[in-house]
T-cell receptor, first 111, second 116 residues
Framework: SQQGEEDPQALSIQEGENATMNCSYK?????LQWYRQNSGRGLVHLIL?????REKHSGRLRVTLDTSKKSSSLLITASRAADTASYFCAILNFGNEKLTFGTGTRLTIIP | EPEVTQTPSHQVTQMGQEVILRCVPI?????FYWYRQILGQKVEFLVS????????KSEIFDDQFSVERPDGSNFTLKIRSTKLEDSAMYFCASSERGTGTNYGYTFGSGTRLTVV
């Protein structure tokens, strides 16, 4: 399977702490994307990192990519209650158009 | 910020009936997609659409499914003869460009389809 596998499946932290989620995949990729999904809602694109990039920042988000280990991490700093959601990595392979999603990490921020 | 709009937000249908899920992609986007998410499971690709034709489809997207861009703004997914296992959240997405261009996708908020 090419799909991203997120780790951990669930994570609960106190508000203000940092949250780190990991994603592993099996094939060469064009890019890797992270999405957020609030319960029962749509997918919101957070950040995209290309295969030739190693790190990217967007506000409180920091994404790293290690293509040698076929893994990525998403760090959310200074977490807020509103960050409670499921987070998915999705990979885009060369030569096709479909995003392949992982199973997600359910993040709960405790106020 | 531009949005992808999906209607209805929730549809309940009898098994065996046909349903049409509607989407209005972002106006300057050229690539359109349908994904689905069965409750508690991962998001799965169904089909991509570009230049008025299907460019890629998954094994899930069999003869029961069809897509259409009937006018310049709407993008529809038709499911014929619905089955219980078609119950899922269906997401439409669009992107300005397709594969290899390093752009994220904009997803709609989804249509929850319940087949009874």
């Amino acid at each position: 399977s090419q799909q991203g596998e997120e780790d951990p499946q669930a994570l609960s932290i106190q508000e203000g702490e940092n949250a780190t989620m990991n994603c592993s995949y099996k094939t060469s990729i064009n890019n890797l994307q992270w999405y957020r999904q609030n319960s029962g809602r749509g997918l919101v694109h957070l950040i995209l990192i290309r295969s030739n990039e190693r790190e990217k920042h967007s506000g409180r988000l920091r994404v790293t990519l290690d293509t040698s280990k076929k893994s990525s991490s998403l760090l959310i700093t200074a977490s807020r209650a509103a960050d409670t959601a499921s987070y998915f990595c999705a990979i885009l392979n060369f030569g096709n158009e479909k995003l392949t999603f992982g199973t997600g990490t359910r993040l709960t921020i405790i106020p | 910020e531009p949005e992808v709009t999906q209607t209805p937000s929730h549809q309940v249908t009898q098994m065996g009936q046909e349903v049409i899920l509607r989407c209005v992609p972002i106006s300057n986007h050229l690539y359109f997609y349908w994904y689905r998410q069965i409750l508690g499971q991962k998001v799965e690709f169904l089909v991509s659409f570009y230049n008025n034709e299907i460019s890629e489809k998954s094994e899930i997207f069999d003869d029961q499914f069809s897509v259409e861009r009937p006018d310049g703004s709407n993008f529809t997914l038709k499911i014929r003869s619905t089955k219980l296992e078609d119950s899922a959240m269906y997401f439409c997405a669009s992107s300005e460009r397709g594969t290899g261009t390093n752009y994220g996708y904009t997803f709609g908020s989804g249509t929850r389809l319940t087949v009874v």
